[in-house]
């Protein structure tokens, strides 16, 4: 007789945002082998992009691979034509794009933080972060005039300016956020039943981690120093008060307690940003055709996010390359499975704040 | 960006003296489809904590020869393996086709002139 | 069955399911449902089961995996529905119209009664248009509601209809 049994989760279901669906082979309440499939959201937008698009049009294409990263990949993809293009950006240019990747990467955390909570069966924590969220959405509205997708970045600089009103509501909502956050960490840390769902759930060792080339968050909380905003030089991250933020445990209350960390290391960056920020012309011209070949690597809330672009002088490029975050980090996360208990299944596979429409692009 | 170039039989050996689990961290498998039947394979690299280096170890080939498959060194390989045969229909042993396209999707849409 | 009517009014359940969409009518919806916007306030709670749902809300363009489980949800939804489709690319493909593996548009698999535009769809929107769903949930009937595509045949089992081979598996064809 067979010992184990399948329990399927997905494509639909109601812990998921997106389709993903993950075949777990249990025994009793064990998992012991995990099968996942990833390809509900394929779309093929690599190709659309070398064939559809002009090279001043894939910026706003890319940005639709993910609606929750958006401004990290429109970005990436920009920095890369930028490289071909041998234009350097000016400073305001940067700080502003710091700005709204670091606003980008507060809210895409606060989502996963609700969505972890939810789905450890804490409904009130999912309303009360989600509330919470709406002062950074609020904000990004307001700079960017979309909620979702910004469409901010363009081709030689950015789209619209911050103005002395912005600056204000800027410091008021992120300074309501501080407290709130700071409410969080002593919940998240010193919540009963929380730590029931969380502490020593789901753990990813240090040497899993280096081993199945786990990333961003997933990789930071088990204790593997990896960040992409501290390994390249692209933007000035140490003089906005970076700082990398390492957890050990790798469990899920590990993650959860690094991405609260991290937004407030980013609160206080976009506070250094907005009180820093240099004079200077926000869009300036960029010539010429892409030639050549450039890679960029982006820290996206999620992880590393890496853009190989080659061109050879024409409207069309030749190839880009997105290689995304939850990509990388699904050998890490099948790996986390395997020992777990099927009931932690959905709590811990929000943990891992994964982008399906990323992955499968 | 440091470009290496190695070839297809080459490979293993040459990752394999390369690859360091400590040290680099294995960013992804790619295909560059360049025309006349011919592919670009890049292996991608980058190391932890150094600012910028990225290492890309390249090698030229055509759709038939099949690809040997690095798994053995680097297990997390398999998502960008699976990844290229579906992409480009090469063939990687150990990979299977079917993470993204479906029966009746476009075959290797990356390839050329597909 | 008018009895039921002005409770299912009251409190209609949302079944959320995203075809191939970019996550951001995804987290829009979630937003809405989040205590700024609140759509809770209308009895509207988001649910994982189909059988007890009255209002899909479906975002994305159709992605050729999707294709069977948007039917197979769909069909298991008992009368009265309403289809919401959320996000620009559910109307016409949006972004993503003419690649390789999309399908341009959820109205060629299922009926729509609400569009909602925009990329990524604003929660005002998505508010009005479930406001909208049902008053269009109150006028229909339990008349059975059948997908266009991808559609098997409604038995008749014991006396009692059967919904199990409603939807059907997808057979390569050619892209039409």
Redesign the interface.
């Known amino acids: 007789m067979k010992k184990t049994i399948q329990i399927p989760l997905g494509s639909q279901h109601i812990s998921l945002l997106e389709p993903i669906r993950f075949k777990f082979e249990c025994e009793n309440e064990k998992i012991i082998g995990v099968d996942a499939d990833v390809g509900f959201v394929h779309r093929g937008v690599e190709l659309a992009c070398t064939r559809s698009f002009e090279f001043k049009q894939v910026g706003y294409v890319v940005a639709r691979v993910c609606g929750l990263c958006a401004i990290t990949h429109s970005l990436s993809y920009t920095l890369a034509v930028e490289k071909l293009l041998g234009y350097v950006a000016n400073d305001r240019i940067k700080y502003l794009r710091m700005l709204m990747v670091e606003l980008d990467r507060i809210h895409s955390h606060m989502l996963c933080l609700a969505h972890t909570a939810e789905n450890a069966g804490f409904e009130a924590l999912f309303m009360q972060i989600m509330g919470d969220r709406e002062l950074i959405m609020d904000v990004q509205e307001a700079i960017s005039g979309n909620r979702v997708q910004f469409d901010y970045i363009s081709i030689g600089g950015v789209n619209r300016d911050l103005t002395p009103e912005l600056v204000a509501m800027i410091h008021k909502n992120l300074g309501v956020l501080t407290s709130k956050i700071d409410a969080l960490i002593g919940l998240f840390d010193n919540n009963w039943s929380l730590s029931l769902k969380y502490k020593g759930v789901g753990v990813l060792r240090l040497e899993d981690a280096y081993t199945y080339n786990a990333l961003g968050p997933l990789a930071r909380a088990a204790g593997l120093a990896t960040d992409v905003r501290a390994e390249t030089s692209d933007f000035p991250y140490e003089d906005i008060g970076y700082k990398m933020i390492l957890e050990s445990s790798g469990d899920i209350h590990a993650r959860n307690f690094l991405r609260l960390r991290e937004i407030v290391n980013s609160i206080t960056m976009c506070q250094n940003i907005v009180n820093n920020l240099p004079v200077g012309e926000i869009q300036e011209k960029a010539k010429g055709k892409p030639n050549g070949e450039a890679v960029v690597r982006v820290e996206a809330p999620r992880g590393e996010l890496f853009y190989l672009v080659r061109g050879s002088g024409q409207n069309m490029l030749d190839r880009v390359r997105i290689k995304t975050p939850t990509f990388s980090a699904i050998p890490a996360m099948i790996e986390v499975f395997k020992g777990a208990e099927y009931a932690d299944a959905p709590a811990i596979l929000a943990s891992f704040d994964p982008c399906m429409s990323c992955t499968a692009k | 960006m440091r470009k290496i170039e190695t070839t297809l039989t080459t490979l293993l050996r040459d990752i394999g003296a390369f690859y360091e689990a400590k040290k680099w961290h294995f960013l992804s498998v790619n295909g560059i489809d360049l025309g006349e039947g011919k592919i670009e394979l890049q292996w991608i690299f980058s190391q932890y904590g150094v600012k910028d280096e990225v290492v890309i170890y390249y090698a030229l080939s055509d759709y038939e020869t099949p690809v040997p498959s690095i798994v053995t060194l680097i297990p997390s390989a398999f998502m960008g393996e699976r990844e290229i045969v579906d992409m480009f229909g090469l063939s990687v042993d150990g990979a299977e086709s079917g993470l993204y396209l479906d029966k009746d999707s476009l075959a290797h849409p990356l390839r050329g002139e597909s | 069955m008018k009895f039921f009517t002005p409770f299912r009014k009251k409190s209609p359940w949302v079944l959320h ?12 919806i ?2 809405s ?4 916007y609140d759509l809770e306030r209308f009895g509207v709670i ?5 059988k007890q749902s009255d209002i899909f809300l479906v975002t ?2 159709v ?4 294709r069977e ?1 948007l039917v197979e ?1 769909y069909s298991q939804i008992p009368e009265p529905k309403v289809v919401v489709a959320v996000g620009s690319c559910t109307a016409t493909g ?3 119209r ?5 399908e341009d548009g959820i109205d060629r698999y299922i009926p729509v009664d609400v569009y909602v535009p925009g ?2 769809a ?2 005002q929107l998505i508010i009005d248009a479930l406001v909208k769903g049902l008053e269009v949930l109150e006028a229909k009937s339990k008349e059975i509601e059948k997908p266009f595509k991808l559609f098997g045949a409604i038995e008749t089992i014991h006396n009692k209809l059967s919904r199990l081979n409603m939807a059907t598996k ?4 050619a ?1 039409d």
């Open positions: 399911y995203n075809a191939g969409s970019c996550n951001g009518c995804d987290i829009e979630l937003a449902l989040a205590p700024k988001n649910t994982g089961n189909p994305g363009p992605t050729y995996r999707s489980r949800l949006g972004v993503f003419g690649m390789y593996n999309v990329c990524a604003s929660p997808v057979e390569p064809h892209k």
